[in-house]
């Protein structure tokens, strides 16, 4: 898959694609509005890409547990003055992040090149025809339940499995709407309708996904399973505290590892950083067998 550009293409499996979250929401479970005005928003739009974001993913409408519906004329005054704006000033591709068919097609026309759908194409039957008229690429992802309303005790009868199930089913509508297959992105969706034990399995068997041929991307960043994992205390226990930083990446590194062709973070910076760290340690191991 490529993706075009004002100054080249990104090209999905030549490296690791660094998808940096801007959330527009008063709301957003790590940024807690900071970045809800305009201003505020470009200019954190602008750190990130600096920091090496390939693509800067922006959403409207928070989806943390607990997280209030916004209507689509809500969530497109949040999103598409920065998307036109950020789209005006640089070549980075603008993913809009939203289940609301509406909203997407608004983004696409004001700039945004991706679609980044959290329900998996299951909460807006109109969602697949916006992404096929446009040719845009969609990123579709795993989840039990449905946004703002997840189970809070998930079962799974065979978690890796059923997940793959799901997206053979999903993939199928989405050609069948017209969506071309090389335009599909997968996302296992960590964290939606999973317990810890679930996030984990799907990071370690994460290539076993590959059998889709599809790019798979990765969204662990600061997510509340690392604090379960590492046991922070209550002080600890919040995305915005960088206890959650150093499990966010390593997780990020063992998604490299297992295949992940793009990791969505809030830390462009350490995940670029570690990235490359990561990269430095497999090339001189093949250079050492050479």
């Given amino acids: 898959m490529v993706i075009k550009q004002d100054k080249g293409c990104l090209e999905f499996g030549k490296e690791i694609i660094v998808a940096g979250v801007l959330n527009v929401t008063p709301d957003s479970f790590y940024d807690g509005g900071k970045n809800s005005d305009l201003g505020s928003a470009l200019s954190h739009a602008r750190r990130m890409i600096e920091d090496g974001a390939d693509i800067i993913d922006i959403g409207g409408e928070s989806t943390r547990p607990d997280s209030s519906y916004v209507s689509a004329d809500e969530e497109k005054l949040r999103v598409i003055p920065v998307i036109k704006e950020l789209s005006k000033e640089t070549h980075i591709p603008i993913s809009i992040d939203t289940y609301k ?3 997407a ?10 679609i980044n759908d959290i329900s998996g194409l299951q909460a807006d039957d109109e969602m697949a025809r916006v992404a096929a008229e446009n040719n845009t690429p969609i990123i579709i992802m795993h989840i039990k339940g449905h946004p703002h309303d997840f189970p809070k005790d998930p079962v799974y009868d065979n978690l890796i499995p059923e ?17 071309a297959h090389n335009n599909i992105i997968i996302d296992p969706g960590i964290g939606f309708g999973k317990k810890p034990e679930h996030n984990l399995a799907i990071l370690r068997q994460l290539n076993d996904f590959k059998c889709l041929n599809l ?19 209550d002080e600890q226990n919040l995305p915005t ?9 390593v997780t990020l590194i063992i998604a490299v590892i297992n295949g992940a062709n793009i990791v969505r973070v809030h830390d462009v910076r350490e995940a670029v950083q570690a990235i490359k760290m990561y990269r430095a340690i497999e090339s001189a191991k093949c250079e050492e067998k050479t």
């Fill in 215 to 233: 790019p798979i991307m990765v969204g662990t960043s600061r997510k509340s399973f690392i604090s379960n994992v590492l046991e922070l205390s």
């Fill in 163 to 179: 997940i793959i199930s799901f997206f053979e089913r999903r993939i199928e509508d989405a050609v069948n709407s017209g969506i």
């Fill in 105 to 114: 097609e608004e983004a696409i026309k004001a700039g945004a090149q991706i």
């Fill in 101 to 103: 068919a509406e909203v």
């Fill in 241 to 249: 505290s960088d206890a959650r930083l150093a499990g966010t990446l």
